[in-house]
């Protein structure tokens, strides 16, 4: 498995989307992404802390790998 790297809710955002996930709303520094039936919630901080980000990784139904490597293609 894959360490998650040190990166902003923006970052972590850009990286879902490449993910097929789609911002369908946001709420003061909170932004929801879907896709299909699955979601997650990122906080738009300047750096997330990494069990934040594990715990969104885990609501969007992908593994870290995923992450790692869409986070990796930007």
Do not use: N, W, Y
């Amino acid at each position: 498995m894959a360490e998650l790297p040190h990166i902003s809710g923006r970052e972590a955002v850009k990286a879902f989307e490449r993910l097929g996930f789609a911002a369908v709303r946001q709420k003061g520094s909170h932004v929801v992404l879907r896709r299909g039936d699955q979601g997650c919630v990122i906080p738009m901080h300047k750096e997330l802390a990494v069990g934040t980000l594990r715990g969104a990784i885990r609501q969007a139904g992908i593994t870290v790998d995923e992450f790692v490597s869409a986070h990796q293609e930007g």
